[in-house]
């Protein structure tokens, strides 16, 4: 599975941004996807993921209520909405791929795309 991210950018506190993820391969259909973040100086971090027929949804407590994770199928996309942006959400967003969503939920998703910058401004 092939991964290209986008819809980064920059926006003001309490806006909001939709992030896609393309992917690749036959397979996606049967893969979970997910996003991390890693901003400046910090560790990448888990921020939701969904599971193959999205009938699994998990995310980050600090993302809670405010991010939703989705795919469609028949575009081979996973999307994440982001809205009420803080600027602790500015970081580089990853999007993921795996087999298995409890491998995504322990940080360790075979298959990483490449960052898209979110920048949320005070």
């Known amino acids: 599975v092939q991964l290209q991210a986008s819809g980064g950018g920059l926006v003001q506190t309490g806006g909001s941004l939709r992030l896609s993820c393309a992917a690749s391969?036959?397979?996606?259909?049967?893969?979970?996807m997910g996003w991390f973040r890693q901003a400046t100086g910090k560790e990448r971090e888990f921020v939701a993921t969904?599971?193959?027929?999205?009938?699994?949804?998990y995310y980050a407590d600090s993302v809670k209520g405010r991010f939703t994770i989705s795919r469609d199928k028949a575009k081979n996309t996973v999307y994440l909405q982001m809205n009420s942006l803080k600027p602790e959400d500015t970081a580089v967003y990853y999007c993921?791929?795996?087999?298995?969503?409890?491998?995504?939920?322990?940080?360790?998703?075979?298959?990483w795309g490449q960052g898209t910058q979110v920048t949320v401004s005070s």
């Open positions: 969904i599971s193959w027929n999205g009938g699994s949804i």
């Open positions: 993921v791929a795996d087999r298995e969503i409890t491998v995504i939920c322990a940080s360790s998703p075979r298959n």
């Open positions: 391969g036959r397979t996606f259909s049967t893969y979970a």
